[in-house]
Nanobody, 122 residues
Framework: QVQLVESGGGLVQAGGSLRLSCAASGRTFSSYSMGWFRQAPGKEREFVAAINWRGTITSYADSVEGRFTFSRDNARNTVYLQMNSLKPEDTAVYYC???????????????WGQGTQVTVSS
């Protein structure tokens, strides 16, 4: 079992930055690949980024490539999503998730956090 708690969301102006954190409980955290997804009102949950258990492989959605950076600290049981050059279209609830592999579909992840709201004003 892995429990996930996101933090770091908030309101930021376009062009600004935020860093999301996702703290995990459970001794097996370091064996999981992790993902970030987001969901805007009226839209489906969409893939943002993923990272393998060692932090050596990352994958990003085209919409965030070059602006977002996904990292992890297994000693602290925490993953981070550094978001730079934020745009109004990045506004959504952001969720972290744990799964077996680096995948882009929500169905491929086993555990989810409760989400943190990110709002980017124009």
């Amino acid at each position: 079992q892995v429990q996930l708690v996101e933090s770091g969301g908030g309101l930021v102006q376009a062009g600004g930055s935020l860093r999301l954190s996702c703290a995990a409980s459970g001794r097996t955290f370091s064996s999981y690949s992790m993902g970030w997804f987001r969901q805007a009102p009226g839209k489906e949950r969409e893939f943002v980024a993923a990272i393998n258990w060692r932090g050596t492989i990352t994958s990003y959605a085209d919409s965030v490539e070059g602006r977002f950076t996904f990292s992890r600290d297994n000693a602290r049981n925490t993953v981070y999503l550094q978001m730079n050059s934020l745009k109004p279209e990045d506004t959504a609830v952001y969720y972290c998730a744990a799964g077996q592999y680096v995948r882009t579909r929500p169905v491929d992840y086993d555990y989810w956090g409760q989400g943190t709201q990110v709002t980017v004003s124009s």
